[in-house]
């Protein structure tokens, strides 16, 4: 053993030398280095490309997350050639061969939100640093996806939104890294509004019960102030954490609140147990004021009709999409996921593979993965194909505008997956409206940011 | 130097060359190598390690040194945070205010609630903290929507005053204008290591922490704590009032806390309610002991091993596992994926689990502990004293 000589002067030498000579990199700024290899970050290198898929894998919107994690696979199974090619074949822009993004061929790595703000940021933080992503997509709550769209703005990347329904995510909270494909909070009121007015008549009372963050709140002034300007009145606004999974406590006080219409602002987990709730409370067989009392979810999908069982039957919501559409778009994806996995794909699957694609694509029309060329290629692009109908990024907030499914618990399914069926398509026009919108009010997207 | 002795001069030395090679220690393997999985050298994870040292160093100088187990010290983190995004929005990006502001937050927050709960000790004191920590988490996540934007986190937002920025600052959180989140590649034979802004900052202000903590660990104050611990009741007959050494001891843990939270707001200007959750409380508790309470390193260590178990283990998925053990036959790989995938990704808490029980049970000194046992092999035997009954055993040395 060697003895070393070790005095308290050397060592403070030694240490601040070798501290010095560790901190000195940082003292270069990594803007610098970094462009120099690419001029943006997590430039795909030998031949393969990482897209980020940060998805709830546990928590109220765990089976959303699974079945965005099967599309996604499917996705990128289409991308890299493999399968039947989905809606690659029905997509109006022809820019995909099949041959991965610009020859890259396409990996992915997966995160968990935990529908949780900062564990999805530090989910979709850890694929950026450490897998070296490029692109980030997922998600099942606005919070989540408002959370994880403003981090990507941060870091530079682009920012696919998966199920998020909030106005403000291309709202007050939009940013020019972020893109969303799924309809919105207005679009839902102002498709749902007119069919409640002729089925219900403009003479009822409305008890709001809400998810208790950014979705639920933009939900509940969306269909609060379109119903109220169709004549209807609104006898309270409750709102609910959304961890609860009992609400029997929120349901018991609307039997006594003189309202004839329970609104449910909630989604996934949350709606399929209030719901239940309200239903063995007996609402649905009640009358009040002599008129039947009803139930309206605003946000309806199958997975959370397949969860509620028949408790939704004959209940009015709105939805992105569904699979019993007979569009060759539609037809293509319910074929090739059915194929896959052996069930029909849910609103969440769609849109997120919808979001891979249109990515995808953007990067090889422009040629590059660079967020702010990819972004410049998203803006403003109009397609069809993709089960939709006729489909437009707008450029000033980066939202999808496109027909909207009015939709109803079916009374008499034919099997386990036949749960919605579609009462009316309203259209494009019916549900647009101005960028600076009051409800949309008081963001703006910014520059993009490519990261280096 | 510093008022330290030479034994502690040298252990901070040590705990600054750690830190500061943090970016080698823990980016061990080459790039593209079947290991690579395990590098846990990345910004974010190597920056929440600094942080929830400083965080577990705070917690152990109420917990190590006084013997109160509070459950409720998240509710300080994210107090920090939501002060410090709240000078972002309103002061400046710039991370000095925002820091500066977390901790004085922190600090108040504590003192009302350690003056609340300090009225009674041991099991008490412990739920007595837990639901003022709940009851915060409550009112952040709900009843002051406004001030912390419930659920969705408060964010920083391109409309905010920022009212000491000019209309050229940055628009990120940075130190007088160096990015937090800029950072240095450095490619060498295979390996990257990165060199980050943010990281940097958050070790040399841990550093600190910890020289602070050190200084309380050596000082009459710190004996005092210490006295609290061992026996309050002969403390009081002696004299002593034990009560404004504890609240002391708390609100400095609290700050700690509060700075912890701020610089999470510092790396990821966002705060979010989640982290101020009990589950988040009982986090800096596992810390602690799991490195080893009472000790000075014990909890960077412990806050370290979980950290990195939360980043790392979590990622190896079942398609993963199938990848490494493609080699076995397809009905044992099975098998085996099977087994393993229950402990990692989803099931990394259960793996912690594991680690805990085992060390709580065989290492009751925490990591700290093993590795003084692991070290205590290769030195040679002091020679057995002559009449060992009647020699006082010398005190550990409690940077060990």
């Keep these: 053993m060697t003895k070393s000589n070790l005095t308290r002067r050397g060592l403070i030498k030694t240490g601040a030398a070798a501290s010095a000579g560790l901190a000195m990199p940082t003292l270069f700024t990594g803007n610098v280095w970094a462009a120099a290899h690419s001029g943006y970050r997590n430039a795909p290198t030998n031949g393969t490309v990482t897209l980020g898929f940060n998805v709830p894998q546990s928590g109220p919107y765990a089976d959303e997350g699974a079945d965005e994690l099967r599309a996604y696979e499917l996705a990128v199974e289409h991308l890299n050639g493999g399968g039947d090619g989905g809606m690659m074949n029905t997509f109006s822009s022809s820019a995909l061969t099949g041959a991965g993004i610009l020859g890259n061929k396409v990996q992915f790595v997966t995160g968990d939100t935990q529908t949780k703000s900062d564990a999805a940021r530090a989910s979709a933080k850890s694929m950026i640093e450490k897998d070296g992503a490029v692109m980030i997509t997922g998600g099942s709550s606005s919070g989540v996806a408002i959370a994880v769209q403003g981090m990507c703005q941060e870091a530079g990347v682009i920012f696919m939104a998966g199920l998020t329904h909030s106005n403000d995510t291309t709202g007050k909270d939009k940013k020019a890294n972020g893109f969303r494909h799924f309809f919105n909070a207005y679009m839902s009121a102002a498709a749902l509004a007119p069919v409640l007015k002729k089925l219900y008549g403009t003479d009822r009372t409305a008890y709001h019960l809400t998810a208790d963050y950014s979705w639920g709140w933009t939900q509940e002034e969306s269909i609060a102030a379109a119903t109220e300007a169709m004549g209807w009145k609104t006898a309270e606004k409750v709102r609910t954490p959304l961890a609860t999974t009992d609400f029997s406590s929120y349901i018991a006080p609307v039997l006594n609140s003189g309202a004839d219409v329970l609104v449910l602002n909630h989604y996934g987990g949350n709606m399929v147990n209030s719901l239940t709730n309200a239903v063995q409370f007996g609402l649905r067989d009640k009358q009040v004021n002599g008129k039947n009392f009803e139930i309206v979810v605003p946000l309806y999908s199958r997975l959370m009709a397949k969860g509620a069982g028949a408790n939704v039957k004959g209940i009015f919501g709105s939805t992105n999409w569904h699979w019993s559409l007979t569009d060759a778009g539609s037809k293509a994806f319910v074929k090739s996921f059915g194929t896959k996995y052996g069930f029909p794909p849910s609103q969440a699957a769609h849109t997120v593979y919808c979001q891979t694609l249109l990515y995808a694509d953007a990067c090889q029309r422009a040629g590059t993965h660079n967020p702010c060329a990819v972004a410049e290629a998203l803006e403003g692009f109009k397609f069809d194909g993709l089960g939709n109908g006729p489909t437009e990024y707008r450029a000033e907030d980066h939202q999808c505008f496109k027909d909207v499914l009015v939709v109803k618990g079916k009374e008499n399914p034919e099997n386990e997956f036949d749960l919605l069926e579609i009462v009316e398509v309203t259209p494009r026009a019916q549900v647009e409206y101005a960028p600076d919108h009051p409800m949309f009010a008081g963001g703006e997207l910014g520059k993009c940011n490519p990261g280096a | ?400």
């Design chain 2, 1 to 400: 130097m510093l008022g330290l002795n030479k034994k502690d001069t040298m252990f901070l030395l040590i705990v600054i060359a750690l830190t500061m090679a943090t970016p080698f220690l823990m980016q061990p393997f080459s790039e593209g190598s079947a290991l690579a999985q395990f590098n846990g050298g990345y910004p974010d994870l190597m920056a929440k390690v600094a942080i929830f040292g400083i965080f577990a160093i705070g917690f152990n100088i109420l917990f190590g040194l006084t013997g109160y187990l509070s459950f409720g010290h998240a509710a300080f983190l994210g107090v920090g945070s939501y002060s410090a995004v709240w000078m972002f929005k309103i002061l400046s990006l710039n991370v000095f205010p925002a820091i500066i502001l977390a901790v004085i937050m922190a600090g108040l927050f504590s003192l009302v609630i350690g003056y609340i709960s300090l009225r009674r000790s041991g099991i008490y004191f412990s739920i007595l903290t837990l639901a003022m920590a709940e009851m915060s988490f409550r009112l952040a996540y709900s009843v002051f929507t406004p001030l912390t934007n419930g659920e969705t986190g408060l964010q920083v937002r391109p409309s905010d005053v920022q009212l000491l920025d000019g209309p050229n600052a940055p628009e990120y959180p940075n130190i007088f204008g160096l990015l937090i989140s800029d950072s240095y590649k450095w490619e060498v034979a295979g390996h990257v290591f990165t060199f980050n802004v943010g990281f940097y900052f958050c070790a040399v202000i841990a550093i600190i922490a910890f020289y602070i903590s050190l200084r309380i660990f050596r000082s009459p104050f710190g004996m005092m704590l210490r006295a609290v611990k061992s026996n309050q009741n002969r403390m009081s007959y002696t004299g002593l009032n034990p009560r404004p050494y504890t609240l002391a001891a708390f609100v400095i843990s609290g700050m700690y806390a509060g700075l912890a939270g701020g610089l999470l707001a510092v790396m990821d200007p966002l705060a979010g309610a989640e982290r101020m959750q009990w589950t988040a409380s009982g986090e800096v508790v596992i810390m602690t002991i799991l490195g080893g309470a009472g000790t000075l390193l014990g909890p960077v260590l412990g806050a370290g091993a979980i950290k990195y178990l939360e980043n790392i283990f979590s990622k190896i998925n079942e398609t993963v596992l199938h990848d490494w053990f493609a080699f076995l036959p397809d009905s044992i790989e099975d098998v085996v994926v099977f087994i393993l995938s229950r402990f990692t990704g989803h099931g990394w808490a259960l793996t912690l689990g594991l680690m805990f029980m085992l060390v709580v049970t065989f290492l009751p000194g925490g990591l700290v502990e093993g590795g003084k046992r692991f070290f205590g092999m290769f030195k040679r035997k002091p020679k057995e004293p002559d009449d060992a009954e009647h020699h006082p055993e010398t005190p550990p040395h409690v940077a060990e």
